[in-house]
């Protein structure tokens, strides 16, 4: 067997430096939320236990933690939900083009290169000069939009152009309508690709900060709250908080790519049933 050369090793202690930086912070959230009554927000650990996490679900101890948590859910759905319609939307018109096609697709990008507090700023503007209420449920959803849209445009814009639409066109030979087409034939097939955007749409929405700031209101959501207790929350509860939160942002991604997988396996036993039913 031959020696790896020089230049593995270095290549191995930089990812695996890499590895570090990226994940470092978080494991040390999470070792440090298990400290014991007397600990601090700091190394050396004081005890293990997990007094933490039952502070945590002390309503008095931690504001609103929780009523920001179910406004997080409730806005990450609803950006999910359209960030799916509207990018299924968009690949299907995007498949031909038409008059102002491409302007239409630069102002789409544009908005991923412009400053997210700019955003911010803009839509709660635009809204207090027309005269109606700042409220996350609202210009909050409207400018996490305009974070989660994009992507998910972009993943239908490249699952259409390698769309092979054969089986529209034998949908439709068969007396297909339109619409029968669309539910029967193009939908199961880029359900993965959906899957992923919906993960997009929802995981984006759920940790945004900036395009909310400015957007939200009275009320915070998840992210705003956690930050509001930076400033005032000197004990390992808001460690405990950010490892709960971590670890549901990993259920959630666990979920989806369980769907995921679950279509296409689907998929492949249908088309195996299908050539067995061609022999």
Known sequence: ??????????????????LVFLYGPTLTIAILSFQGPGG?????????????FKDL???????D?????????????MVMVTTVVVS???GLAFRKRFAGSGILFYLII????IPSILISLGVGLIWS????NVHWSTTGYGAQLTWTLP?????????FNRFDQSFEEAARDLGASPWQTLRHVVLPIIAPSLIGVALFGFTLSYDEFARTLLTSGSYNTLPLEIFGMTTNVTTPVLFALGTLTTVFSLLIIGVFLILAWIMNRKRSRQGSDAGKGLV
């Open 151 to 159: 992507f998910g445009l972009l993943i239908m814009f490249a699952v």
């Open 88 to 90: 299924v939307m968009g």
């Open 1 to 18: 067997m031959e020696p790896r050369p020089t230049s593995f090793y270095i290549l191995s202690a930089i990812f695996v430096l890499f």
């Open 65 to 77: 933690i929780w009523g920001s948590f179910s406004r997080s859910i409730v806005l990450g759905l």
């Open 110 to 113: 544009t908005s991923l290169v």
């Open 57 to 63: 679900f002390q309503q008095q101890a931690v504001g």
């Open 40 to 52: 601090g927000l700091t190394f050396p650990m004081r005890g293990v236990s997990l007094h933490w």
């Open 129 to 132: 000069q027309a005269g109606l």
